[in-house]
Each structure stands twice: as C-alpha cells, then as structure tokens.
C-alpha cells in the first residue's frame, strides 16, 4: 500500500488542478509553437494568430478539463476543431488530439467510441496530407501514433478493471469463507446449547422425583441445572458474539439509526450522488423501526448508485401520514438508466424488513425516469 502511495503522481494525487493545468499548457503550445522547416519547431507571438484561430484553440483546450467525466466528447471537439482548421493550411490544434484520444482509451467504458475517433482522427490527419501535400509517410506514422496513444490509454483502462475484479473476487471469497465459518459456528451453538438444556431437564426430573424423600439430593440437583445454565449462557454469548455481524463501524457496536442517517448520506455523496434529505419527523421512532429504515434506505441509495451512476440527484423524505411513517426515496436518473422493475435482493430485503414490521413497501421506476421507493411503517407494528 505505501508503495502504490509513493507512485501516485499530480493527475492522480490532484486530478481538477492537475486537468486545469493541463489545458492551459495545450492551449499555450498549440498557439505559440508551430512547425519549422526540415522538421523543426520554431515559436511565434500569439499576437500573430489570428482571432478565430485562438478561440477555437482555447475551446479545445478548455474542453480537456472534462476529459475524465465527458472523454468521447472531448475527443469530438478536438477533430471537429482540427477539421475546422484545414482550410488555413497553416495551423492545426498541435497535441489536443493526441490526448483526447489517450482520454477516450482511458476514460471511456466503452470501446466503440475511441475507436470510431480514431478513424475520424486518421481521416482529417489524411486531408490535412493532402492540402498541406505532405509526405504520405508522414501521414501513415502519425496514424499509427494515434492508434498506439488511444491504445496505451485503452490498455491501462482493462488493466485497471481487471485488478478491480480480482479484489473484488478476493473480498467475496473472504466472505464466502466467513459465512461458511459462521455456519459452522451455528451448528455448534445448536449442539452445545441442546445438550446442556438436555442435561437441565434430566436433572430437574431428578430433583422433582426426589424431592419429598431426599432434599439434599434435590438440592444438589438443582444447583447442577444452575451450574448447566450458566455454561449455555456463557456458550450463547461468545458463539453469538462470534456470529454477530459487523456493523458499518467495523465493531461490535449498536446497530444504526436514523441518528447515523446523515453519516450515510455523507458516504453516499462522497460516492457522486447528489441527494436532498427532507425529515419532518416529529417523534422519536422505536429502535427497531429506526433500523429497518436506516437499511430501506441504504439499499436504495446503493441501487441509486449502482443503476443511476455518480451525479445522479436523489431525494430522501422521512415524514409521518397519521400513525404510520413514510419513507420515499426518489431518483432522477435518466430513462435510459432506469433499471427494470424485477424484485432483486436489494428490493426483496427491504420489502422483508416493511413486512416484518407490519408494512408495506413499494418500488418501480418512473413515467420520466429514475426510480422511485417507498415504505409505509405503521408505529404499532408487528415485532420482528
């Protein structure tokens, strides 16, 4: 871990800042820098480039600060912006293409995208041969270039799910092992606890059969069912200590809250979401009400998440209707992004902890998109 610390690098360590720079230097090079005879690259005052050929450049340049959110369209401004160039003959966008194209490899999730902006890099670089009649070797190595940058910057994008995948794989393999480990934990509380309630009542038997004719027997009889008592005590509390799951603290701890929701939403915002609480709660709910609607609503920010992506806005409603209590979770993510309306885990385990409490819970997506959860909870319910 220290070691993959003392390589992060600027674009990693501060990646708007670094972004900002980035474009100003492009900006800076492609206005002041043009090419020399016999290959050479010679400087030139930015008061001898013309108006719209500075506008242009500053567009293109300004566009690479998006290049991590908005890769693809980056890319389309850098080569329409060049294209638009080609009748000058002169000047061009200098390096902007190259790392868009090294962008849309690194960014993008798709790999469409960058590989039609290389074709359509190839071609203006082509035209541009053309009118400037430069060598067709030229024109060939500078294709290649481009495939390689957008290729390298593809590469790393694999490389890096990849390594995703396989912690991912690691941490459930840890998870698989431990609930077969808890498992097996279980059955053993079921045998040490049957065994040492079997033993409790034989000995109660006894004491019972012998009490009128033996009181001492009696006696000591019952101190064996206390002495097996206290074991199964002793044996219940460590083995469920054992099982009992780990709480987003990491401890052993009381389970959450609606006191630890705005923790929650912090997590989630950190995440990319943009969420908007409304609680106009007016009474303190019962523990376990204040549980369920804690996990109603971290599953549904994680489907928010996971289905509607970061900068998707979400709003989270708490409120009282008579004697029950509302929860409403509404995401705004686009059509395109809604997911079906099936019952998966997520949504079966919240509707599980509405009917444990005497509830109901209702989820679909949207008419206009987004999605949309809500759990009614009457105060008066059913205990799990």
Do not use: C
């Not at 800076?28 to 400087?43: E, N, R, S």
Request: charge should be positive; proline fraction near 5%; glycine fraction near 10%.
């Amino acid at each position: 871990m220290n070691r993959t610390m003392r390589f992060r690098g600027p674009f990693a360590r501060w990646p708007r800042v670094s972004d900002a720079i980035l474009a100003a230097v492009l900006f800076l090079a492609t206005v002041t820098l043009a090419d020399g005879p016999a290959d050479t690259v010679v400087t030139r005052s930015i008061g001898d480039v013309p108006l719209a050929v500075l506008a242009l450049s500053a567009v293109a340049a300004a566009a690479t600060y998006l290049r991590r959110r908005e890769p693809v369209v980056v890319l389309a401004v850098a080569v329409v912006g060049w294209a638009l160039l080609l009748p000058t003959r002169e000047y061009d966008l200098g390096l902007i293409p190259l790392v868009a194209l090294y962008n849309v490899g690194r960014y993008a999730a798709d790999s469409r995208p960058g590989q039609a902006g290389v074709g359509a890099a190839i071609v203006v670089l082509s035209v541009e041969g053309l009118i400037r009649s430069a060598p067709w070797g030229n024109s060939a190595f500078g294709a290649v270039v481009m495939f390689l940058v957008w290729y390298v910057g593809r590469r790393l994008r694999l490389r890096e799910e990849r390594a995703v995948q396989r912690h991912q794989q690691r941490v459930a393999e840890a998870h698989r092992i431990i609930a077969e480990e808890r498992t097996h934990i279980a059955r053993e509380l079921h045998d040490v606890v049957a065994h040492q309630v079997s033993m409790m009542t034989v000995q109660a038997g006894a004491a019972q059969a012998v009490v009128d004719v033996d009181p001492e027997g009696a006696r000591q009889a019952m101190a064996a069912v206390e002495r097996a008592g206290r074991q199964a005590l002793d044996e219940l509390r460590h083995l469920l200590g054992v099982l009992r799951p780990e709480t987003d603290r990491g401890t052993l701890g009381p389970q959450p809250g609606l006191a630890d929701l705005p923790r929650l939403i912090e997590q989630f915002g950190a995440a990319g979401l943009h969420i908007r609480v409304t609680d106009t709660m007016r009474s303190p709910l019962p523990t376990r009400m204040q549980l369920s609607a804690y996990r109603i609503i971290q599953e549904a920010l994680t489907n928010v998440l996971k289905h509607g992506g970061p900068g998707t806005r979400t709003d989270v409603d708490l409120r009282e209707d008579g004697t029950d209590v509302t929860i409403e979770i509404l995401d705004h993510a686009a059509p395109a992004s809604a997911r079906r309306h099936t019952a998966g885990p997520g949504i079966i385990g919240m509707r599980e902890r509405a009917t444990l409490l005497g509830g109901v819970l209702e989820a679909g997506p949207r008419a206009d998109g987004g999605f949309r959860v809500v759990a009614r909870l009457p105060r008066a319910g059913v205990s799990a």
